[in-house]
């Protein structure tokens, strides 16, 4: 008999059939959120590869505008949107220096006019540069509204885009295609656009700065070859004026010269090219501004169409300016100006250091090219010296002796028509030694390099200036002390007069011969008109004054022709108490026109 109990049978019943728990869900569901799940990931892939494509567009090339507008049109594909656009913020953040916009037409862009300067929602983002998406646009309070024409946007996003942790603009995204608002992953997708369209701009930015260096340096080799290869240093800073024009893509560039000697304070406008170039060369620039270039010191304005301290009145037409020193040495040889038109973007301080640069070059080139005239001048007049021993030595000794001579023989002559004929030779002698006497004078104190800047020399340098418009030199005469009665107030429109009735003679009158006669002696009526008679009558009545007068031998002015250059002279003239009218010229040919101002 066996002790041991009965125990259990150690095999295990076979437990009950489960079917798994994921199959509860029904196959039609699992189906469905396996579909979605890889339409998700398909979508993703798919964003990820369109966001690539976008990144490899916008750095395709390297001119910054174009850029600009790739990286618009990329990131309203890549979030569907209708419109985008690209603001670029103005120095100072004061609001959009650039808009770049992708979606509207030219057609109705120019029906809405003018582009937008950063209000509203735009300079929200520009206020605080921060990712911004909005379901209504119009909703916000910020919104300031739209324009007319302008197309209707509700949907919004906004990135700012940075470059090298400066915020250099923003991207704005409007109305998602098929409606519904843009999403986080939107948002997100266009942030790491902006990071890589930050780098494609630096890269244009950099490109375009070495481009901008590269024709800085070229213009500054070109006036450098003209002041060293030529004679004339005027036709040289003539093309330094057109240079700096057109590297600073302004409407005006000049070149500034002193007055007088070192430490007077005064400038003038020597050399213009572009706009008003006619009406301002030879303008005198006001004398705290002058000084302040002759100080060795830069001159930047922002807008001078608005600056209160701005008193040509030609330059209230013109918006940024900049005017930078020409120093060589510790010297200060003049200046360059430039103007750029209203509304223009001020200059940006790469800008300035070019300009600053070519200045320094220009000025370099400018003591050279003194250097080699002065050498040239020296040789001109040890060779005048030369000459004038030669001619005082030699000529009139030989020329004295032979009337000696013809004295001598005159005492022994017997029939007097030969005596009057040896009297009439050695008249001629005399006057011929003269000449030659004055001749010599002329070639040992004929120093026009050396000369005062007067109102005569001025006058003479207007006359010089206009033979390029004219063809030839006009003839120049002045009668009366007119440096010593001429005020520099009224010279400055005498001179600025005789400017425009030299402009005006060179488009209109097709003359071969042109004189200028400015005469000192006159006295005037009421009515600003020389009065006749004799000047030194204690009696008479009247003004001193100076009157102005260009003459010529042209077709004349026709009748019913515009006069509006004869009502400039004119308005100029009453502010000094004269008149400016035009009469025909000699022998009823050409015409002569006057301007009187009161001494």
Known sequence: MDPTPDLPSATPEPAPHRVPEIASLGLDTLVTEVSERLQSAAAVTDRMQRLLEAVVSIGAGLDLHATLHRIATGAAELVDARYAALG?????????????????????????????????????????????????????????????????????????????????????????????????????????LAAAAGVAIENSRLYEEGRRRERWIAGANAVTSALLSTEQAEGALTVAAEQVRELADAALGMILLPTGPEGDGRMRVAHASGESAEYLR??????????????????????????????????????????????????????????????????????????????????????????????????????????????????????????????????????????????????????????????????????????????RTRVLREASQAAAALGFKPSVSFVGPVESLVSEKTGRQLLAALREMLSNTARHARASRVGVEIDATIHLDEDGRPMGGDPEDPERAGWPGVVLTVTDDGVGIPEGGRRSGLLNLARRAEVFGGDAWHELGPHRRGTRVRWTARL
């Open 88 to 192: 670029v913020i103005a120095p100072g953040g004061t609001g959009l220096a650039d808009f770049v916009h992708v979606g509207i037409d030219d057609e109705t862009a120019a029906r809405i006019g003018a582009l937008p300067t950063g209000r509203g929602i735009l300079g929200a983002l520009i206020d605080r540069p921060e990712p911004l998406r909005l379901a209504d646009l119009g909703a916000d309070p910020r919104s300031s509204g739209y324009p007319a024409h302008h197309p209707c946007m509700k949907t919004f996003l906004g990135v700012p885009i940075r470059v090298r942790a400066e915020v250099f603009g923003n991207l704005y995204l409007t109305e998602k295609k098929g409606g519904g608002a843009f999403t986080p992953e939107d948002e997100q997708v266009v942030h790491a």
């Open 282 to 455: 030879g303008e005198l620039l006001p004398k705290d501004f002058a000084s302040r270039l002759l100080a060795g010191e830069s001159v930047y304005l922002d807008d001078m169409s608005s600056d209160p301290t701005v008193v040509i009145r030609r330059a209230r037409s013109f918006g940024p300016s900049m005017a930078v020193p020409m120093v060589a040495a510790g010297r200060v040889l003049g200046g360059l100006c430039v103007w750029r038109p209203r509304g223009a973007p001020p200059f940006t301080d790469g800008e300035k250091q070019l300009a600053e640069a070519f200045a320094s070059q220009a000025a370099l080139a400018l003591r050279l090219a003194e250097g080699q005239r002065d050498q040239q001048r020296l040789a001109v007049f040890q060779d005048r010296d030369r000459i004038a021993r030669d001619l005082h030595d030699l000529v009139i000794q030989r020329l004295f002796a032979t009337g000696m001579m013809l004295e001598s023989a005159a005492r022994q002559a017997v029939v007097p028509g030969v005596k009057t004929g040896i009297g009439n030779a050695v008249d001629e002698l005399d006057a011929t030694i003269q000449e030659v006497r004055t001749t010599i004078y002329a070639l040992q104190h004929d120093n026009h390099g050396d000369a005062p800047d007067t109102l």
